[in-house]
Each structure stands twice: as structure tokens, then as C-alpha cells.
């Protein structure tokens, strides 16, 4: 089982940054992808970024422009750098791994919660 947590949550104001951390207890590159997604009060669950093993990546057109995944393999770590908040933004956001083969995410960590404040 891959154990995944996030940390770096917090309030910000709009227009502020934040960088969000997902420290994972497997190798990153023994995973096919590693993503982060966001769930708002009363909204679905979306996907915001998503990191291939390979190093491709993905963003959704809401956060494009100003969110930036990374990872470090040495720290088994995978951040999301959110630049120029909204208040959109606000939200509890989840990192998730996809498993070798698998197309769906497997393993999920417990979310953070990141509040923009107008």
C-alpha cells in the first residue's frame, strides 16, 4: 500500500501563493502517475494536475497559467506550486497515485484544505 500525505494548506489571501506537498512512502517513479485534485463544498471532485512518470503533465484550463506540478524523486515528493490565487481556488485538495498498468488512481492521501480569503 502507498501512503500518501499532503501538508501546506492554509488561508491566503487572493492573489498570493502556496505550495502544497505530497510525500509519498513509494518511489514516485513506481507509480505511472501522481496528480493532485480539489473538492469545494457542494462541488465534485476535479482534477488539477497531473505529473506522468515520464514527466508529462496536465492541467485543467481553470488553474493553467498558474499552477506548476513538480516532483523531487530523492524526497519522494510531489508539489504544487499555486500562483495568483483566487477565490475559487478554495478548496481541500487531494493527492493521488496511479499504480504501474492501472488507469485509475489507486491510492489517495487524507487532503488539505486551502482557503482564499477575498
Known amino acids: 500500500q502507498v501512503q500518501l500525505v499532503e501538508s501546506g494548506g492554509a488561508v491566503v489571501q487572493a492573489g498570493g501563493s502556496l505550495r502544497l506537498s505530497c510525500l509519498s512512502s513509494?518511489?514516485?517513479?513506481?507509480?505511472?502517475?501522481m496528480a493532485w485534485h480539489r473538492q469545494a463544498p457542494g462541488e465534485q471532485r476535479e482534477l488539477v494536475a497531473r505529473i506522468n512518470v515520464g514527466g508529462s503533465t496536465f492541467y485543467s484550463d481553470s488553474v493553467k497559467g498558474r499552477f506548476t506540478i513538480d516532483r523531487d524523486g530523492a524526497k519522494n515528493t510531489v508539489y504544487l506550486q499555486m500562483n495568483s490565487l483566487k477565490s475559487e481556488d478554495t478548496a481541500v485538495y487531494y493527492c493521488?497515485?496511479?499504480?504501474?498498468?492501472?488507469?485509475?488512481?489507486?491510492?489517495w492521501g487524507q487532503g488539505t484544505q486551502v482557503t482564499v480569503s477575498s
Open positions: 493521488a497515485a496511479a499504480k504501474m498498468g492501472v488507469t485509475r488512481y489507486n491510492y
Open positions: 513509494e518511489n514516485i517513479f513506481m507509480v505511472s502517475a
